[in-house]
């Protein structure tokens, strides 16, 4: 089966810099990576994905890049806001014999801005 | 306007103690799923269920048993309780089988004492 790996466990980045968290994937049939981003004491929410047939994906500051040839991805965080302080999911769509969409997370990156 | 609806914010239960968590949504979605999040392990699927009396297992079903009698509704049972089932657990559903993502619910902090 599938399996992401996430880093890093702990980004703090200044307000305005940029943030990127990267991940890796193992199964080279996987073609769908979604992103969630969950707040404290709130449920995670799907913030950008990306399918296997493009390589770069933008929203407004939020963009995820795709290199399936490494099968890693990473999201990349411009101008950070105190708002997106986070605990950041990368994800990844299992691509196994099961009719279900199931998707492995990683272990997740609590990213915090200094202001 | 909540979708995916778990029953209990917070649950605290005694060691050996059958226990019930609930959820429900709201969107016709063919899938659901049950994770528990812990500190540094992300969130790790117990199982999931792709239709009515449908169920599979996730990476960590050990201990956990789930039913799923009608497409809305998916519970999760913890047979007999442990300490190391203390944890956050998150609910969500999806849309047929196309790569679409999940919506989840607001999780139930279970403690077991």
């Known amino acids: 089966g599938e399996n992401v790996e996430q880093h890093p466990s702990t980004l703090s980045v200044q307000e305005g810099d940029s943030a990127v968290i990267k991940c890796t994937y193992s199964d080279s049939a996987s073609n769908y990576f979604p992103w969630y981003k969950q707040e404290l004491g709130k449920r995670p929410q799907l913030i950008i994905d990306?399918?296997?047939?493009?390589g770069e994906k933008k929203d407004q500051r939020i963009a995820v890049t795709l290199n399936k040839t490494a099968k890693h991805f990473s999201l990349h965080i411009t101008e950070t806001q105190p708002e997106d302080s986070a605990v950041y999911f990368c994800a990844a769509r299992d691509s196994g014999y099961s009719s279900a969409s199931k998707i492995i997370f990683g272990s997740g990156t609590r990213l915090s801005i200094r202001p | 306007d909540v979708k995916v609806t778990q029953s209990s914010r917070y649950l605290v239960k005694r060691t050996g103690e059958k226990v019930f968590l609930e959820c429900v949504q709201d969107m016709d979605h063919e899938n659901m799923f049950w994770y528990r999040q812990d500190p540094g392990l992300g969130l790790r699927l117990i199982y999931f269920?792709?239709?009515?009396?449908?169920?599979e297992k996730g990476d960590i079903p050990e201990g956990y048993s789930v039913s799923r009698e009608k497409k809305e509704r998916f519970s999760l049972i913890l047979e007999s309780a442990s300490t190391n089932q203390t944890s956050m657990y998150l609910c969500?559903?999806?849309?047929?089988?196309?790569?679409?993502?999940?919506?989840f619910g607001s999780g139930t902090r279970l403690t077991v004492v």
């Open positions: 969500a559903s999806s849309s047929g089988v196309a790569t679409y993502g999940y919506t």
């Open positions: 990306i399918r296997s047939n493009v």
């Open positions: 269920s792709y239709d009515v009396k449908m169920k």
